[in-house]
């Protein structure tokens, strides 16, 4: 080969070998220098899981896993029989039944998932077995049902007489008509940063009340109700999960973020994209966003105003109103 040649692909490989790794590590620095003590920190929507974040804060502030936050984070509105819309105690669909779905992931891009799951009221807990135990990543109804009653989980009754009181009175009308940010949309997504800046992250719900018998939301589907990953961040939804199925809204903010978008700018186009997509299905309908990027950094936005969520950060666990579009 003559020298020129020679020389030319050499200082062109190299080149491209300079390139390639100052590109890798501008990417690296974007994402791994945090502002100052902007982890732990958990993230979880709406309001009334505070406690939830509390219980997350615990496991983190002593080092733990944020994986190990995230499950006890949501178990606390799992057993909570005045949480209408998540585990025990969540409204049943319209036939009178309780059932659940969740889903979790951990820093590796694990996932587990169970949905139409009945009479477990810690779903999010048989879903990371899932992950962790079998080869799969999500089981349903029966199956799921088995697969909790093998590892010792025990067959309850979750249905509240608060819930069938309710469920009484809706069948009354029978109307199918989800509300805009009342009790019954308070599904818990939670993402958590660790100290060693590990992300996980999960999402539990008794979804819509009164569904029809066998539906199924966005909740244990990964990449529509949450979505982690540990180079970039996490998101998590709540409200119609209808819409967030369509556009798999959670794995859309992740993947923002990823182009290094801020979480609250990343929330606030994924919202929009929905609203674009469909008009006319989301003046009724409420569909908000939590995240939170590997620098700690975080955004939450709905459609509607009304949704809030909540931020455990630098020792302080604070509630949010995040903004809306309409
Ligand atoms: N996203 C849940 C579902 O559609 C409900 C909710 O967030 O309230 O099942």
């Given amino acids: 080969m003559n020298s020129r040649r ?8 190299g080149g491209v070998i300079t390139g390639s790794s100052d590109f890798w590590s501008r990417i690296a620095l974007q994402f791994d220098k945090p ?12 309001g009334p899981n505070l406690k939830a974040n509390a219980a997350a804060w615990e496991v983190l502030s002593k080092g733990g896993r944020a994986l190990d936050a995230v499950e006890a984070g949501v178990r606390v509105p799992e057993a909570d029989p005045n949480d209408s819309s998540v585990g025990y105690g969540g409204f049943p669909d319209r036939d009178g039944n309780v059932t659940l779905d969740a889903c979790i992931m951990d820093e590796f891009g694990n ?13 999010i807990s048989v879903a990371r077995l ?13 199956g799921a049902l088995q697969f909790a009653l093998s590892e010792g989980f025990t067959k309850e009754n979750l249905l509240t007489d608060t819930a069938r009181q309710a469920w009484e009175e809706w069948k009354k009308k029978s109307e199918y008509k989800p509300k805009i940010n009342v009790e019954r949309h308070d599904t818990i997504g939670m993402v958590a ?19 029809m018998a066998g539906r199924v939301g966005d909740s244990p589907v990964i990449g529509a109700g949450m979505f982690a990953d540990n180079e970039v961040g996490g998101a998590a939804a709540t409200g119609l999960g209808e819409l967030v199925l369509r556009t798999l809204g959670s794995f859309l903010v992740v993947e923002e973020m990823r182009r290094g978008v801020h979480p609250q700018k990343a929330v606030e186009m994924v919202v929009k994209r ?17 995240a939170l990027d590997k620098k700690g950094r975080h955004g939450g936005f709905g459609i509607h ?14 509630v949010y109103e995040a903004g809306s579009l309409l």
């Fill in 6 to 13: 020679k020389f030319l692909q050499t200082s062109l490989l």
């Fill in 274 to 290: 929905i609203v674009r997509k469909y008009p006319g299905q989301v003046k009724e309908n409420q569909v908000g966003f939590i």
């Fill in 111 to 123: 996932a587990g998932s169970v949905s139409f799951l009945q009479h477990i009221m810690h779903p």
């Fill in 305 to 318: 105003t009304g949704f809030n969520y909540v931020l455990y950060q630098r020792g302080e666990n604070k």
């Fill in 35 to 46: 502002e100052k003590d902007t982890f732990p920190a958990v993230i979880a929507t709406w």
């Fill in 130 to 142: 899932v992950m962790e135990k079998t080869p799969h990543v999500m089981l349903s109804g029966e």
């Fill in 193 to 211: 940063i660790d100290a060693q800046q590990r992300i996980a992250g999960a999402c539990t719900t008794s979804g819509l009340a009164f569904k």
